[in-house]
């Protein structure tokens, strides 16, 4: 979820405000991981964290992130053609 959470965080305007508690502890991880630049609300309170920017390394993680998804969808699209040309592509 923190990836997902990551990308939300690169495709949205800063600085941004995160008033729900549960998703405040996926941005410690991802700040305490240099992934982003976040100030937090003193602990107790019901206030927002401030998202001030996503860092160079979390643009790089996202950037490996999707290399690694076109990866594995280059790999599955050659494994699909190796099993056409050998005939066992199930029909639909």
């Known amino acids: 979820m923190s990836m997902e959470l990551l990308q939300a965080l690169a495709d949205a305007e800063m600085p941004l405000e995160i008033v729900n508690p549960a998703v405040h502890?996926?941005?410690k991880i991802l700040h305490a991981a240099g992934h982003i630049?976040?100030?937090?609300p003193p602990t107790g309170t019901i206030?927002?964290?401030q998202v001030?920017?996503?860092t160079a390394l979390g643009h790089k993680?996202?950037?490996g992130r999707v290399g690694a998804l076109h990866e594995k969808a280059r790999r599955s699209g050659q494994e699909q053609v190796g099993r056409?040309?050998?005939g066992t592509l199930d029909p639909c």
């Open 84 to 86: 056409e040309r050998k």
């Open 47 to 49: 206030q927002p964290a």
């Open 52 to 54: 001030h920017m996503v």
């Open 37 to 40: 630049i976040c100030s937090f």
């Open 25 to 27: 502890e996926e941005l």
């Open 61 to 63: 993680a996202l950037s």
